[in-house]
């Protein structure tokens, strides 16, 4: 795993993270993470990225974090999301009040509506005319009170069924964000993924009912932001792993798993705080002109469609061109096609905000395209550890091509350090190969001694030929 790309982010969005992570000494990752979600739940209601000319895609991104008890998950998130949970703090003391008078006027407008019934049924008994009754009941259809909208930006502990008629009836373009994400993954919400994935996609999304009014979510935008301790994810797995996984949900996601190689714990000692956080600052106050300005009517279904210049242009279509290499049997992403098929989508998403967020309606310039790619690269690596290693590929992979090599020598056994130069160009790079070689010697595919002179030697098991991952189409490769 190569380190994070921190200096990939513009220069004023990198100086935030090194605010908020100075304050309160969390990763830089985690903060990362929370600070590229704030800009996708700001701007996915102003723009869309057009990627060439036949597709225009959202902006709204995804992220998973899986982090620990103590990695100060609540503190970034509510010190990142300020300005939003601000505005939604007001919002619902303003709505309590609005309920309150909504509460009265609907008391008598039920009273009046009640009594034309009445009066229109009595006179129908008599079989006289109703007409001027019938007009006074159209009258008062147009005067019926209605509950003010509230445009809530950030939603925790909700149903789908909530979530969904709150973005028909109030706003189309939410947070579905949680510090503590087992809040969201235990719900049901997690469990209608093709609403959440078709929220991602940009197309709108039909709610059928059989007791109520059935609706249609327009131009919906959901930006979704899951932090989660360990065992609540695994437990996600395991009741819903295969299903989020063959939905395409883990694709559209950046995952980060905040491992003992990147948790700042042990090393949080006490210190003089900063004594001011302007970048955070600033932060802020483009956060809150843009939540000011969501709200605006005009807004609503409008979003403009931003372009690259010819450059970035070039760019992504580059960086879409390795991806696809890379999706090639014996290369990086083989095992990981549905990540690598959504992976440029959301790098052309997240040059977007870097480009809308700091210089607002303009061309999208090569360099948040090449800041982008950097970033959705450390994620898409992140996503291998995490996933990778489900399906037993990679072990298929490797047996085949030790399956060969053995064929080609009389010796019984290989170099360890052979294998890591010279076999599937997929394992020779960071731990998967040692992930894949431990699980491969605990199913008896292979043994591993080392020889008089400290070298580790590779030999066939006794189950090297006829074994589960035998069974992969990957093991007939080479």
Not at 38 to 63: D, G, H, R, W
Not at 232 to 238: M, N
Not at 248 to 273: H, M, N, S, Y
Request: proline letters at 3%; aromatic letters at 10%; glycine letters at 4%.
């Amino acid at each position: 795993m190569f380190r994070f790309p921190l200096d990939a982010f513009p220069e004023k969005i990198r100086e935030t993270i090194y605010d908020i992570h100075d304050h309160t000494q969390a990763p830089i990752e985690l903060i990362s993470s929370s600070v590229i979600s704030a800009m996708s739940l700001a701007c996915q209601s102003f723009i869309n990225i057009k990627i060439n000319e036949t597709v225009c895609s959202p902006v709204s991104l995804f992220s998973l974090v899986i982090a620990n008890s103590g990695e100060r998950k609540t503190t970034v998130d509510r010190m990142v999301l300020r300005p939003f949970y601000q505005h939604d703090a007001h919002l619902l003391k303003k709505s309590e009040e609005a309920e309150k008078v909504y509460g009265l006027e609907k008391q008598v407008w039920d009273i009046k509506e009640k009594s034309v019934l009445q009066l229109i049924k009595k006179k129908v008994m008599k079989g006289q005319c109703v007409e001027e009754e019938t007009i006074r009941l159209r009258e008062l259809q147009a005067e019926k009170p209605v509950r003010s909208k509230i445009s809530q930006c950030i939603y925790n502990n909700v149903t789908p069924e909530a979530l969904q008629f709150a973005m028909y009836s109030h706003s189309p373009h939410v947070g579905l964000i949680a510090d503590e994400g087992a809040n969201i993954l235990d719900r049901q919400v997690m469990n209608d993924l093709s609403f959440i994935n078709s929220m991602w996609d940009g197309v709108d999304f039909r709610v059928e009912r059989k007791t109520a009014q059935s609706f249609t979510i327009e131009s919906g935008r959901v930006t979704l932001s899951v932090m989660v301790q360990n065992k609540p994810f695994d437990l996600y797995l395991k009741r819903q792993g295969k299903k989020a996984r063959g939905s395409g949900f883990f694709a559209r996601c950046l995952p980060v798993v905040i491992d003992e190689t990147l948790t700042t714990q042990g090393d949080r000692f006490i210190r003089k705080q900063p004594a001011n956080m302007k970048f955070l600052e600033q932060f802020h106050l483009r956060l809150k002109a843009l939540i000011d300005e969501t709200h605006t009517p005009v807004v609503l279904n409008q979003q403009r469609c931003l372009s690259f210049d010819l450059s970035a242009q070039h760019e992504w279509e580059t960086i879409y061109n390795e991806i696809e290499c890379r999706i090639r049997p014996d290369e990086h992403y083989a095992h990981m096609s549905d990540f690598a098929s959504k992976l440029a989508n959301n790098v052309a998403r997240l040059s977007a905000l870097f480009s809308y967020f700091i210089e607002g309606d303009t061309l999208i310039r090569k360099e948040y395209v090449e800041g982008a790619w950097l970033l959705c690269e450390w994620y898409m690596e992140q996503a291998i550890d995490l996933f990778g290693c489900e399906g037993g590929y990679y072990e298929a992979l490797l047996i085949s091509w030790l399956r060969r090599e053995f064929s080609k020598t009389d010796y019984n056994s290989l170099r360890y350090n052979d294998i890591r130069r010279n076999g599937p160009n997929i394992l020779r790079k960071g731990t998967l190969l040692t992930k894949v070689m431990d699980n491969l010697e605990c199913e008896g595919v292979i043994d591993i001694n080392c020889s008089m002179s400290g070298a580790r030697l590779v030999y066939k098991g006794k189950n090297f030929s006829n074994n589960v991952f035998t069974k992969n189409p990957a093991y007939r490769y080479y």
